[in-house]
């Protein structure tokens, strides 16, 4: 991927915003992979959460790959956007951006992304009907 083909602007709705500081670093100085993905879960979530109207579970990831390194300091912003529902499921595109906090008039860029796959979950933590989906008895 050429610089021309990376964009400019990220994908989905604003969801989620962190400040990346000193103690989610690894030994030299960038921010874990572990870390970003667990605010990226958290962030993707939000519009599983809206679909269901209530209880959702993380099932899957797939495709998450990283772009770019993030650094202490760098206010990390993430998008979602729903691109599929199915009975009990909802696939969800993140997306995760970085903007150095010690720059005036600094562009974002975005550093990672995934497709994460939430269930609509229960009461007991089986999975149910997203709104609006008629159960299938038997």
């Known amino acids: 991927m050429t610089q021309q083909d990376l964009p400019t602007r990220p994908s989905g709705e ?3 915003r962190v400040i990346a500081m000193p103690a989610d670093t690894n030994p030299e100085g960038d921010i874990f992979g572990g870390w970003l993905l667990a605010h990226m879960d958290l ?3 939000t519009p599983a959460f809206e679909l269901a109207q209530g209880r959702c579970a993380t099932v899957a ?3 998450m790959v990283f772009h770019q390194p993030v650094s202490v300091g760098d206010e990390v912003s993430i ?3 729903v691109l599929k529902t199915g009975r009990t499921s909802i696939r969800v595109h993140v997306e995760a951006w970085k903007r150095p906090r010690n720059q005036a008039q600094a562009t974002s860029s975005r550093v990672t992304e995934g497709v994460f796959t939430y ?3 229960d009461q007991d933590r089986k999975p149910r009907p997203l709104p ?3 159960s299938v008895a038997g």
């Open 14 to 16: 604003p969801v989620g």
């Open 119 to 121: 269930v609509a979950i």
């Open 43 to 45: 962030a993707g979530a």
């Open 132 to 134: 609006g989906i008629d």
């Open 61 to 63: 990831l797939d495709g």
């Open 79 to 81: 998008y979602a956007k």
